[in-house]
């Protein structure tokens, strides 16, 4: 089984390989002449105003649990699924137990309109 | 031969990155690093041919958790001196939690045990297949709490986050569909001279 991953194995090697030599290479030939205008944050041709780091909007946050969830619901779906044989009608109704507990949440999302951006 | 070097790469770099999430003074730094001993764990999975929770590791992880982590520590203004200042204060009650962590740890593993279904049908059964089997019939209930706790999740993180903007224009399609020409558009007459 595990001969099938080598191919992978290969890509990753070759990967992380050809990104290290294009950095290590750049590093050593790259011709390098700091001064302090070069080394400043770059921001539209003017002088930093301020920090570059600004607090995201927490709305992202929202966004990503929302995703968060949903995700792990679907990562449930997938050995249910392929042992869809062997749980038989139990498996499924226990399954439609537990969207339907989720599928409250995503209708109390919905309504409350959190989907939305503004 | 050659799984047992990926094997000894993998754990090396998992252990490297986990140092780096707790040593590096740069929180993304942190996430990043994190993200990478996500991945190496994965790869790990991948050696004792779980394959589905490497994939989960993956997908779940690396694909949303640790997104999520970089947008806490984005969210947060956090300034990197005073955090630095006040580490001999807070060493006693860093101490204090990591030793609790570290004792569940050890609880968990000292009462680990794998279940014999899954144990005599490792060898010719497919792992997603055998965790499916155990974890909708044995463990039903825990899988059913599951759903309550997903559901409490998405339902704080709204009540937490959710602000609507009063200010904001919204579409209202269905009104804006059904407006007219007559009450939209409104011809006007003007003479001459007197547009004014």
Not at chain 2, 30 to 44: K, N
Not at chain 2, 57 to 66: C, F, K, R, S
Not at chain 2, 122 to 137: D, M
Request: with cysteine; proline share 4%.
């Amino acid at each position: 089984m595990l001969e099938n991953y080598f191919p992978i194995l290969v890509f990753l090697a070759m990967a992380i390989g050809m990104a290290v030599v294009m950095q290590v290479l750049s590093f050593l030939l790259g011709p390098r002449k700091p001064d302090a205008k070069k080394v400043t944050q770059y921001e539209c041709g003017f002088s930093p105003l301020s920090a570059v780091r600004i607090p995201f909007d927490v709305r992202f946050y929202l966004i990503a649990i929302l995703f968060v969830v949903f995700d792990i619901e679907a990562a449930f779906l997938f050995p249910w699924a392929v042992a869809f044989k062997q749980l038989g009608m139990i498996g499924f109704v226990e399954m439609i137990l537990f969207l339907l507990v989720l599928l409250v949440g995503y209708a109390y999302v919905w309504k409350k309109g959190a989907l939305e951006w503004d | 031969m050659v799984a047992d070097l990926v094997f000894y790469l993998f754990a090396a770099v998992t252990v490297a990155a986990a140092l780096g999430v707790i040593t590096s003074r740069n929180q993304v730094h942190s996430v990043l690093f994190l993200i990478l001993a996500f991945f190496t764990t994965a790869g790990l999975f991948v050696l004792l041919k779980a394959e589905f929770l490497a994939a989960l590791l993956v997908i779940v992880y690396m694909g949303a958790v640790a997104v999520l982590f970089l947008f806490v520590v984005m969210m947060l203004d956090v300034d990197f001196e005073s955090l630095r200042a006040g580490v001999k204060e807070h060493l006693p009650m860093g101490l204090f939690v990591g030793a609790v962590i570290l004792a569940e740890f050890a609880f968990i593993l000292s009462g680990v045990h794998v279940d014999e279904a899954v144990q005599t049908n490792a060898a010719n059964i497919p792992n997603t297949q055998l965790i499916g089997q155990v974890l909708y019939t044995k463990y039903l209930f825990p899988f059913e709490i599951a759903s309550l706790v997903l559901l409490v999740a998405l339902i704080g993180a709204v009540v937490l986050t959710l602000r609507k903007r009063k200010d904001a224009k919204r579409q209202h399609i269905p009104s804006q569909i059904a407006r007219t020409r007559d009450e939209a558009v409104e011809l006007v007459k003007v003479a001459p001279g007197q547009g004014a």
